[in-house]
């Protein structure tokens, strides 16, 4: 309990801390698995493969980064999967009826911004556990999608809006731009700014970050506002990347954004982890369904490895920290 | 016991239905669909209404609110037995799992048709489906045939241990195994799922410098497949299945190769169409597998129609359509 709150009140993280020590661990295994990979299959390390998995990965990113917020306050967000299918049916139709891809951009940030804000109102100001607040939020996006787009698929948008999931610019795709930017723009917010560090105080004791002065109720709002609004982002790239919507894609993106955070280093107990973290586990999870789609393996075995993965990556990572405590 | 005053009531039935020729318009039939989500459902949905509204009955719809949920159907099976409808028109979320569903609505004497997915037990007066295997079969004939008996084939298979997928692609492979000069590159997952599609057919075209055709199990995930070929500035020929709206504007715009036509408006019709008549005391068709039709840039225009425009087929065309 004192170590916890020694950690509430601890200055702002150097790189040096433990958090950059279980980042560099998941850098090296990512490492092995590439290292692995480019002995097996001659196609690997392309140029045009690495940009490849790069691209893959930012969706998981996308909305695992602002997950990773949430998570670091010890809650969680089972709504982002949910929520990037309804903001991509909307958003859609938004382009469809008005033909403005930038009214779609701004009305899918919106949407998954408000449905943030409602998990966030439910945490803070109705005290329901985020996991069922979310959870039954889950359930309230899915009705809403699927009574709205009633069995239909949105398909068939502006070639100008299909460059921002498709699109390269000088050779590289412009998803992977914006994966480096929210990459950074979520590093720096949670390492370097008051608000990231409150954040951190806040999962690692809400009584102690209270007791200092923090906004706690305040801060929670923010941090679920921004796992939606990932979310809606999120859902922008999908639709500019699929070229369509349907009601049913969430369901295939809620776990692996789970994962993504897991797999890197987050604890589900608050207060410990990294975004860059994130970024390595999106990584890792891609680089396992590349590897195995590159080499062939049978389709059974995927979710399997898969699965293994997620309970290694979570089992190492208590060891290593119970070790470092 | 229940057996017993089964026999002592079926004489008295039998009286009743010889003595009323035919019961009054205003039947009410419950449709059970897997989910809302997948297009191919909305057709069936649709099929069911026009045909009840054709024939004076009515449609009571009921589809589970988590996709293809068993627990759910199960407990709106429950739900439909307690309300006693006319007759139920039924695809099982799980055609193994739902059985014990299906002994319930035959337990409470509700005269049952199954369409689509094939149940595993229970009692039905009629079947009405396509057949994947030959849905599988032909479309990738079709595609073996466009691309001259030979080239570089990948297959994007559904979910896998899924009956539509198993059936689909062992009839892709049957196909592949009747063309010598075609080599399968490799057969991998997109679950049905337009983005998983997408993505693992960017990561094959990284392994494989020369892919000629693409054999998707769904429509949903022919068209990411074409997507991730544009992405790259690569050509391969694609088909799908289930003849979705989107698959038929993709064949329109000559992107997509062909689908097959998985007819669900049809199935949906059929399926009422029966119950119906088994309620009016109407010979009814015992089984109805839709013959498959490959749909292409020269056959589009009949799948073209809004939904909303089709009409369902008579009896006498329905016993010509794959009637056993």
């Known amino acids: 309990m004192t170590d916890i709150s020694k950690e509430a009140i601890a200055p702002p993280r150097s790189f040096l801390s433990q958090d950059a020590i279980q980042v560099f661990y998941r850098l090296l295994a990512a490492l092995l698995i590439c290292a692995v990979l480019a002995v097996l299959s001659d196609s690997f390390l392309s140029l045009g493969n690495i940009l490849n998995v790069l691209r893959q990965a930012s969706l998981t990113f996308f909305i695992a980064s602002g997950l990773t917020l949430v998570v670091l306050t010890a809650g969680l967000d089972l709504s982002v999967g949910a929520n990037v299918a309804l903001s991509a049916c909307i958003a859609g139709t938004v382009i469809h009826k008005t033909g403005s891809p930038a009214l779609g951009i701004l009305t899918g940030l919106a949407c998954g911004g408000m449905v943030g804000l409602l998990n966030g109102v439910m945490v803070t100001a109705l005290r329901i556990p985020s996991f069922i607040a979310t959870y039954g939020m889950l359930w309230v996006l899915n009705g809403l999608t699927y009574w709205y787009m009633a069995g239909e698929t949105l398909h068939g948008f502006p070639a100008g809006f299909r460059q921002i999931g498709s699109g390269y610019l000088f050779g590289l795709p412009i998803p992977v731009y914006l994966l480096l930017v929210f990459l950074g723009i979520g590093t720096l917010f949670a390492q370097r700014t008051v608000w990231g560090q409150e954040i951190y105080a806040i999962g690692a004791n809400p009584v102690a970050a209270r007791l200092s002065g923090i906004p706690v109720a305040r801060r929670l709002l923010l941090v679920y506002a921004v796992s939606g609004t990932m979310a809606g982002l999120a859902s922008i790239i999908f639709l500019s990347r699929l070229n369509s919507a349907e009601a049913d894609i969430g369901e295939s993106l809620t776990l692996p954004a789970i994962a993504a955070v897991l797999i890197g280093g987050t604890s589900l107990f608050g207060g410990v982890g990294t975004v860059f973290g994130t970024f390595i586990g999106a990584l890792i999870l891609t680089l396992v369904l590349n590897g195995m789609n590159l080499l062939s393996v049978s389709a059974n075995w995927q979710p399997l490895v898969t699965g293994i993965i997620v309970i290694l990556a979570v089992w190492l990572d208590m060891k290593t920290r119970r070790r470092a405590q | ?324």
């Open chain 2, 1 to 324: 016991m229940k057996q017993t005053l089964g026999y002592l009531a079926l004489p008295l039935l039998m009286a009743a239905a010889l003595t009323t020729p035919a019961r009054a318009d205003g039947e009410t039939i419950a449709v059970f669909t897997k989910n809302q989500t997948n297009p191919f459902f909305q057709t069936v949905r649709v099929g069911a209404d026009n045909m009840a509204k054709t024939l004076n009955a009515k449609t009571l719809q009921y589809i589970p609110t988590k996709p293809d949920s068993i627990p759910e159907q199960l407990s709106q099976i429950e739900d439909v037995v307690v309300k006693k409808p006319s007759a139920i028109v039924f695809t099982p979320v799980d055609y193994k799992a739902m059985v014990p569903g299906v002994e319930k609505i035959n337990d409470a004497k509700i005269p049952v048709v199954n369409i689509t997915d094939r149940s595993a037990g229970g009692k039905f007066l009629s079947f009405v489906g396509a057949d994947d295997y030959s849905l599988g079969l032909e479309t990738a004939r079709f595609l073996l045939k466009t691309l001259g008996g030979k080239g570089n084939i990948v297959i994007i298979e559904g979910v896998k241990g899924s009956l539509t997928n198993v059936d689909r692609v062992r009839g892709f492979n049957d196909a592949l195994k009747e063309n010598a000069g075609a080599k399968l590159l490799a057969s991998q997952p997109g679950n049905y799922q337009r983005l998983q599609a997408l993505q693992v057919m960017e990561n094959l075209m990284q392994s494989n410098a020369q892919i000629d055709g693409v054999l998707a199990a769904n429509d949903a995930m022919a068209v990411g497949a074409i997507e991730a070929l544009d992405g790259a500035n690569r050509k391969a020929q694609v088909i799908g299945i289930n003849g979705t709206k989107e698959a038929i504007d993709a064949i329109k715009s000559g992107k997509l190769l062909a689908s097959g036509d998985y007819n669900g408006f049809f199935q949906g019709c059929l399926g009422t169409m029966m119950a119906i008549r088994s309620l009016r005391n109407q010979p009814v068709i015992a089984e109805i597998v839709l013959k498959p039709t490959v749909i292409t840039k020269d056959n589009y225009q009949p799948f073209d129609v809004p939904l909303e425009q089709r009409s369902c087929p008579t009896f006498e065309e329905a016993s010509k359509l794959g009637g056993k």
